[in-house]
Nanobody, 123 residues
Framework: GIQAQVQGGVSVQAGGSLTLSCKTP????????MGWFRQVPGKEREGVAA???????NYRDSVKGRFTISQDLGKNILYLQMNDLKPTDTAMYYC?????????????????WGQGTQVTVSS
């Protein structure tokens, strides 16, 4: 399985930066896409960013220009660099692995999930 490297929660002030990471052993084949999702209580889980093995990426509009997804295939680690954080980014963040059914796409019902990391952004 995959495992978030930061367990529990992290807090940061608005405008600050944070990097999340997940260990992803066994998910380096070209057939896999990796992604980050987030969820707040009472709302559906939403995709934040996804990446293919060749580096192609996709982002939701609200994080474009602020978040960067990347992966270290040698170390089997997936990253999400988050800059200029806003209180609306507050959520539980999850990493996920899926077979690539489309370019840099991870489905909401992806088969493999890491445990969540709570990110709280205060104003």
């Amino acid at each position: 399985g995959i495992q978030a490297q930061v367990q529990g929660g992290v807090s940061v002030q608005a405008g600050g930066s944070l990097t999340l990471s997940c260990k992803t052993p066994g998910y380096t084949a070209s057939s896999y896409c990796m992604g980050w999702f987030r969820q707040v209580p009472g709302k559906e889980r939403e995709g934040v960013a996804a990446i293919e093995r060749d580096g192609k990426t996709n982002y939701r509009d609200s994080v474009k220009g602020r978040f960067t997804i990347s992966q270290d295939l040698g170390k089997n680690i997936l990253y999400l660099q988050m800059n200029d954080l806003k209180p609306t980014d507050t959520a539980m963040y999850y990493c996920a692995a899926d077979l690539c059914i489309a370019q840099a796409t991870v489905r909401k019902d992806a088969p493999t999930w890491g445990q969540g990391t709570q990110v709280t952004v205060s104003s």
